[in-house]
């Protein structure tokens, strides 16, 4: 299983990004797939979550601002960041999880991740 994640880089607060994570390897329709950020001297934490059959999870501090999507023809998660602010800063880590539901924790696959950085 390979997760493929892409898209980070420098912006400036108030801008946006859209991640994206390819997946191969797995039968994506049948797979929850989750995006995780890290920063620095901080835990690891759920960012958001999709499944595959449509229900979302969203952390309180990007609801509103950060949108997962999935193409499940494409074997492909996205993640649209708007209204970036500095505390977003981290490293962004693509997730999957064998389950047809919605999965908050305990992910099976790990990508190896994309820097944001978010200036102020």
């Known amino acids: 299983v390979q997760l493929q994640a892409s898209g980070g880089g420098l912006v400036q607060a108030g801008g946006s990004l859209r991640l994206s994570c390819a997946a191969s390897?797995?039968?994506?329709?049948?797979?929850?797939m989750g995006w995780y950020r890290q920063a620095p001297g901080k835990e690891r934490e759920l960012v958001a979550a999709a499944s595959s059959g449509g229900s979302i999870y969203y952390a309180d501090s990007v609801k509103g601002r950060f949108t997962i999507s999935r193409d499940n023809a494409k074997n492909t998660v996205y993640l649209q960041m708007n209204s970036l602010k500095p505390v977003d800063t981290a490293v962004y880590y693509c997730?999957?999880?064998?389950?047809?539901?919605?999965?908050?924790?305990?992910?099976?696959?790990w990508g190896q991740g994309t820097e944001v950085t978010v200036s102020s």
């Open positions: 390897g797995l039968t994506f329709g049948t797979v929850a």
């Open positions: 997730t999957g999880k064998k389950t047809y539901g919605l999965a908050t924790r305990n992910y099976d696959y």
